[in-house]
């Protein structure tokens, strides 16, 4: 093995599972965000955390609202969730204009995401600051999934987006 | 979508990518485990979070030394990584029994593991109590590649493992 930067070690963890992050302001205006930074973080409680930057519109809503949904989407949904990784949610309604179909959560208002493997709602118990980053906690307090389970979809590279 | 229990909706996740988890007692003994709750959250210094049940040894390990590494293991690893994620470091030397090769960082005593996509040296800057499990956030202080890339390793189902 021979010695690199941090960046070029950490790009061998591709393929990267890739989710969508859902969070609503105040007024209920729903945004949803790409993310590959997530994992799971405990059990009985189920619970997830995400990894976010603090400089995304996600960041400010989910530090306000102190929930979150995350959903699973499926390989089909390539063009949407890289519109939703590509735009901000201070700019364009990214639900709207992805063309994602979603209904509110039942026990948060964040938005749960249509035709995805898995929905999760949470509830944030807890955060860090980890410099760039906050890592939310959120229990899951409600979960969904589709009848039928289809593909996951990865980010192959950091740029191209696929199912594996 | 309907309602499930929570286990039942994270399983959507898999294929989940898998690690070696490295870790040293106060006597320099080392100890590596199998985990897949790991993800990046900070970039400029680079830092990782992994979440660590509060039972295992390696919990144990790092939260006196606190310091761990973080490896990348190949598909060809699979019998090597599927014995350090059911056996116990109390129990077992895991680095000689599974048949890893390895040798201790730069930086931290941790051990490095031959034959890996990439093997991070990490520092604990932070942590968090989840409930069952520990937030472990380790900024990156050296990183390296093996020359070639090959293929990850991944938990499939909850229990086989495989590359895709």
């Not at 070029?8 to 949803?32: C, H, I, M, T, Y």
Request: proline share 4%; aromatic share 8%.
């Amino acid at each position: 093995m021979r010695e690199v930067p941090a960046n070029k070690a950490v790009s061998r963890r591709f393929p990267e599972r890739l989710f969508l992050l859902g969070s609503v302001d105040e007024n209920g205006k729903r945004n949803v965000m790409t993310i590959g930074w997530c994992m799971l973080t405990s059990v009985d409680p189920f619970e997830v955390a995400v990894s976010v930057c603090k400089d995304r519109h996600s960041h400010l809503l989910i530090s306000r609202s102190r929930e979150f949904t995350l959903a699973f989407p499926t390989g089909e949904m390539k063009e949407q969730v890289l519109y939703c990784g590509s735009h901000s949610g201070r700019d364009v309604d990214k639900l709207t204009k992805s063309g994602l179909k979603w209904k509110p959560g039942e026990k948060v208002k964040s938005p749960l995401v249509d035709g995805c493997n898995a929905n999760l709602e949470c509830k944030v118990i807890g955060e860090m600051d980890t410099g760039s980053h906050t890592i939310f906690v959120g229990e899951i307090v409600a979960a969904y999934i589709a009848d039928r389970a289809q593909k996951g979809l990865y980010c192959l590279d950091g740029r191209r987006y696929g199912s594996i």
